[in-house]
């Protein structure tokens, strides 16, 4: 094979391979529907920051934040930050940060909607290892 058709074979096989080890660890995604997402421009509207107690340390447009357990959050946002689903057109970035000054050690957050709660974001937090950890954050919501 030439090089580069070699390579799109062996890049396609690992892709392949991630799927089939995230299988075996119990992951299924759950895909929204072709074309059923509102679109998103990217703009920043509503931000929070998050102490690792799932204290709000900020964010004018934040209704509210909970710890829901270990690295498990819930921020709820008002207007005009609601609601903030993924159908909504709404797109989240966590930044984990220690929110002072120092550093934290590799750890990575994922968000969903918060099932039931239109305004509000679920944000679970994991280390390196995979095993969840309380942890500051900066929550960007984009629409």
Known sequence: MKGSLKHLVAAAGLVLGMGAQAADNGYAALDAAPG?????????????????????????????????????????????????????????????????????????????????VPNAVWVQCYNAAGTPVDTSFFLFLLR
């Open 36 to 116: 059923s997402l509102l679109d998103n421009r990217g703009n920043i509207l509503c931000t929070a920051a998050i102490n690792s107690t799932g204290v709000k340390a900020g964010g004018n447009t934040v209704a509210s934040s909970t710890r829901l357990g270990v690295g498990t959050y819930q921020v709820a946002f008002k207007a005009p930050c609601s609601p903030v689903t993924a159908a909504s057109g709404w797109m989240r970035i966590v930044q984990v940060d220690t929110l002072t000054i120092g550093t934290l050690p590799s750890i990575r957050c994922v968000t969903a909607d918060r099932a039931g």
